[in-house]
């Protein structure tokens, strides 16, 4: 190893950042036992029923309404299956997502949701809501939102029923149509919609990831082991949505913590703040910033690394895919800085990228393990990863591939096949209002 490359480990060393710091054993024991805390009401790894079972057939032609609330975007359509199970998506709309332009009231968010989906309830016998945000949902299937992450600015929509209020305000825009409102969650989405789009082959069993602006998991769970809950049928199966970005106890560096409390909700959602899309730009950006107190920089491309300020997820990302490219701003911004500077740069973010891939893994194979499938070769789990940022992010498939080949053989044996599908939120949610 460069002498080069061992200043800029033993510096991330000093502040715990390093990838060696994430021991993929015990962070994947310490994320099961929180996973069954949570089944039993205590956990900082929420363990959210769904009450989504997964057995029942999707009616062939039939249309719903679906709407898709993501970290950035919000996504509107028609959308039915045929006889198939391929889907006809119909007058499909991109929008911003309310909140992240600013803070807007209670009253702003339903309006604008309802103003998006007016002239298509008529058209729709439900409506299914992908809504990507940590939310109790009910036997109902409404949702009570918990709490908004990735930023979004709507703090009174804390604690409010996200079907319920939606119905209001469509009535006070003239739609008459009563409708039933099917909340969901995307990795939810995601895991649903994995279950019908490969029919020739044979899977034990299905797991929804997430890995984009926020991070996300789910598996489907016995109702006798969803001991917080009473009266429900033991023999029957639900999806559970983890919300396991808001692990409570990953190995956290020094770093992570000064992230952590300068942002809008400190003290939560402490794994997805060290990996996910949304944050590891600003990971990147506060781990250079005491790099260039520490010394690793010469001093000319450290004051000129400071004056960048918060660095996006996308400008560190494309500085390791091409560390030549003059039109991404680190590297127009060294450009005549010395070969160290720049290879030292290299360094720092790939090892973030490499520890958030070990994150990343051990979050999955945590989810893999506790669903109990995958133990034949011949029926893998079927695991289903939506989320650009994974398939994006710089060799980080591979990454996570290798990472959880290690974790899951041995006495942890699971085997397992990636898959992706396009437009997994907006499915998903169609076959959960189509389905329960």
Same mark, same amino acid.
């Given at each position: ?51 989504? /079972?997964? /057995? ?48 807007? *009231? ?225 590297? *127009? ?28 893994? *051990? ?74």
């Amino acid at each position: 190893m460069s002498d080069l490359k061992n200043r800029v480990e033993s510096f991330l060393k000093k502040y715990e950042m390093h990838s060696d710091f994430v021991d993929l054993d015990a962070c994947v024991k310490s994320f099961i036992s929180e996973m069954e805390r949570g089944l039993a009401g205590d956990s900082s790894i929420a363990m959210i029923p769904t009450y989504i /079972e997964t /057995e029942n057939p999707i009616p062939p032609s039939k249309k719903v309404v679906v709407i898709d609330a993501g970290g950035t975007n919000l996504r509107t359509a028609l959308v039915s299956f045929d006889e198939n199970y391929k889907p006809l998506i119909e007058e499909f709309k991109k929008y911003p997502m309310p909140g992240t332009g600013g803070a807007v *009231s209670k009253d702003e968010f339903f309006d604008t949701l309802a103003e998006y989906i007016k002239d298509l309830v008529p058209r729709g016998d439900k409506i299914g809501f992908c809504f990507s945000y940590p939310t109790e949902i009910f036997p109902s299937k409404d949702g009570k939102l918990i709490k908004f992450s990735k930023e979004v600015e709507c703090p009174e929509v804390h604690g409010q029923m996200i079907g319920e209020n939606l119905l209001a305000h469509l009535k006070e825009k003239g739609v008459s149509e009563d409708r039933e409102v099917i909340i969901l969650n995307d990795t939810v989405a995601t895991l649903l919609t994995g279950m019908i789009s490969f029919p020739e082959q044979s899977f034990s069993g299905y797991v929804g990831y997430i890995f984009g602006t926020g991070i996300n998991s789910c598996y489907v769970e016995s109702n006798s082991n969803i001991t917080k809950l009473e009266g429900m049928d033991p023999k029957h199966h639900q999806i559970i949505n983890t919300e396991c970005g808001s692990f409570g106890l990953p190995p956290q560096g020094k770093i992570d913590k000064i992230l952590d409390a300068g942002t809008s909700d400190p003290g939560h959602y402490f794994l997805e703040k060290m990996m996910s899309g949304g944050y590891f730009g600003l990971v990147v950006t506060k781990t250079l910033e005491k790099a260039v107190e520490e010394g690793i920089f010469s001093a000319d491309a450290g004051k000129i690394l400071l004056d960048l300020g918060r660095l996006s997820t996308k400008d560190v990302d494309d500085y390791l895919h091409n560390p030549n490219n003059k039109e991404n701003i680190l590297v *127009s911004s060294l450009k005549d800085s010395g070969q160290e500077d720049r290879e030292a740069l290299f360094y720092l973010i790939n090892n973030l990228l490499e520890r958030a891939a070990r994150l990343a893994a *051990s979050s999955i194979a945590g989810t893999v393990l506790k669903s109990e499938a995958g133990k034949s070769p011949l029926n893998p789990v079927c695991l289903t990863v939506d989320g650009t940022t994974f398939y994006c992010f710089f060799q980080f498939r591979s990454r996570v591939e290798q990472y959880l080949r290690e974790i899951l053989s041995g006495d942890n044996q699971r085997y397992f096949e990636i898959v992706r599908v396009e437009d997994a939120p907006l499915l998903g949610a169609a076959i959960a209002a189509l389905t329960n």
